[in-house]
């Protein structure tokens, strides 16, 4: 089985982002980038595949400015076989990213492309599904397991509620949840080995995709602030104070 | 046009986050509302305010809520209607993006304000920041954050029930099974109170001191991503920017630091408590009353103190 993860270059979890004083999007510059977490989990679900000898190759995809080459390099640390840079500068939309990556995958042919389920800076939670649509392929999302099973891959997904299982033909798409498992921190030999694995750079034009995004950011703003209250003394004072003076209880 | 709302139910009615989608809905046109179950979930959406008409299937095919086979029949159904909303439910979350691709359209996720038939209002980096996007697509695809939208009313409408139309299989999956707990309190999303535990509860066991306390407040309990990962609480419990996002009138965390993560979920509610043993832990800055201490201590004796009228 040839695999596929799609990684993208995010803010790092720990940054407290600020929004642009001139309200056109939020500070990143000077700001950690990391790969996204969900990401990792994708890259890590993929070595545990290879290594049980479920599959043969792993390559990592990420679209973006050239120093997205930080996180294919993270990638391929952890034991992704080589890496694909789509270089763009610019907003890339989940849409355009499914596109990108379709166009990736008629070259490739992967049996099954693991993302995360949500990029965390913008939060949008869509383009594994896109993908999964653009493909006509199945689509496994929220994954918390995933096993190899009667010729495709049977799926445990977190959903409302507790869990549920599909079973999904290959080739598939897979998104992941937090719970798949932890990744694996690359170790230093292994970040000395992925700095000669191969990237390859191709543009958004050589896959023939148009990226125009569709929707129009006009401006962000920092939500209403919420004021800290104050402390109580006691249980008996905080139930005085929820019953009498905030009357939710 | 019309607008097409994708209802989320829970076996006998649709669900409270798919009234706040209806809610949503009535601010772009004329509201269908698609139900896919039992008869009595299409009767309870023909009585919510300001739906014009339910769209009724009791077709197994969509009986588990696959993507493949339900986008496949959003679409066809899509040129008649100029936005397609869901709640942003793992079900909504799931489909709806699928649906927008088969139209070419960039889906607009996890809505927290209509601003007019173009533009809406979503937050982004774990609500940091909320960004008013204007899509130029021609038809616009939707989920949305049910604790941004004040629910229609349950009551006070009268729609005509349709037959919805058939669809095709694509015979991409199959659903094997699910462990779905059920449970006596009420939904996480849609409860007027929350109590939530943290890595502080130990085990799951000690979680039956959150328990205890949410049956006495009639609440739901809720847990950070620090506690469902070491089993303490089940994962659909998880408040926060990869979890659930809740809005309660009152929100009860208990042994929860506060991270950026954990607040996406929960810091629009309106009155937050906060119990901690470390008076220096971030969720006091959003907290409106903060108690400083052992929660081992503070919940029997919170509890007991419920008890007195
Ligand atoms: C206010 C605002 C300002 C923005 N400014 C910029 C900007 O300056 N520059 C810019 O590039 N974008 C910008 N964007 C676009 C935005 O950051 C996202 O890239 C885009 O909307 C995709 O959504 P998502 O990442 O939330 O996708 P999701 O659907 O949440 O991502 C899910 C998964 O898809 C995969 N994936 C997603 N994107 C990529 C990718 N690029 N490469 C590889 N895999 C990927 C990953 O596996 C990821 O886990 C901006 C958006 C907003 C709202
Ligand atoms: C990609 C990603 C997504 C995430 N998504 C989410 C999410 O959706 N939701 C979420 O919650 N987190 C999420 N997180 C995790 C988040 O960053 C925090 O790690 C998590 O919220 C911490 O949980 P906690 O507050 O229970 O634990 P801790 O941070 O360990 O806090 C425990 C608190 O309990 C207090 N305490 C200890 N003992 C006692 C006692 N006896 N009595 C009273 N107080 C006590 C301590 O003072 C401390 O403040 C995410 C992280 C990442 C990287």
Known sequence: MKLLVPVKRVVDYNVKVRVKADHTGVETANVKMSMNPFDEIAVEEAVRLKEKGAATEIIAVSAGPTACQEQIRTALAMGADRGILIEHDGILEPLAVAKLLKAVIAKESPDLVILGKQAIDDDMNATGQMLAALLGWPQGTYASKVEPADGGIKVTREVDGGLERLQLKLPAIVTTDLRLNEPRYASLPNIMKARKKPIETLKPADLGVDVSPRLTVLKVEEPPKRQAGKKVGSVQELVEKLRNEAKVI | MAVLVLADHDGSAVTQPTRSAVAAASKLGDVTVLVLGPRSAADSAAKVAGVAKVLHTEDALYTNGLAEPLAALLVSMAPEYSHLLAPASAAGKNVMPRLAALLDVQVISDIAGVVDADTFVRPIYAGNALATVKSAD???????????FDPAAAEGGSAAVEAAPKGEDPGLSNFLGAEIAKSERPELTAAKVVVSGGRAMGSAENFHIIESVADKLGAAVGASRAAVDAGYAPNDHQVGQTGKIVAPDLY?????????????????????????????????????????GDLFKVMPEFESELAKK
């Open chain 2, 138 to 148: 021609p038809k616009k695809v939707i989920t949305v954050r049910a604790a941004s």
């Open chain 2, 252 to 292: 009860i965390a208990v042994g929860i630091s506060g991270a950026i993560q954990h607040l996406a979920g929960m810091k629009d509610s309106k009155v937050i408590v906060a119990i901690n043993k470390d008076e220096e832990a971030p969720i006091f800055s959003v907290a409106d009353y903060g108690l400083v």
